[in-house]
């Protein structure tokens, strides 16, 4: 499975953003699609997920300001960001899983200035 995540980039705070992950490859039976975030000096953290049947999972701090999504047809995941803060500043990678089996896109840059 290839990740192929497109999007980011610099905005203000308060600014939106789109981020997408194309999966090409072995695609069959991949379930959860989701993102994961890196800043400087802390720990990858989970963003969002959503699975095959479109339920979602968000980490607290991005409810009600991102939005996943999912197009199977295409196998690939938006993320849409909204009201971003600077806090919301970090290397974004996509991420997908079959069974226990992880893979990882690219990070893609998201810069918030305040």
């Known amino acids: 499975v290839q990740l192929q995540a497109c999007g980011g980039g610099l905005v203000q705070a308060g600014g939106s953003l789109g981020l997408s992950c194309a999966a090409s490859g072995s695609t069959f039976g991949i379930g959860a699609i989701g993102w994961y975030r890196q800043a400087p000096g802390k720990q990858r953290e989970l963003v969002a997920t959503?699975?095959?049947?479109?339920?979602?999972v968000y980490v607290d701090s991005v409810k009600g300001r991102f939005t996943i999504s999912r197009d199977n047809a295409k196998n690939t995941v938006y993320l849409q960001m909204d009201s971003l803060k600077s806090e919301d500043t970090a290397v974004y990678y996509c991420?997908?899983?079959?069974?226990?089996?992880?893979?990882w896109g690219q990070g893609t840059q998201v810069t918030v200035s305040s």
């Open positions: 959503i699975n095959a049947v479109g339920t979602t």
């Open positions: 991420n997908a899983r079959r069974g226990n089996a992880y893979y």
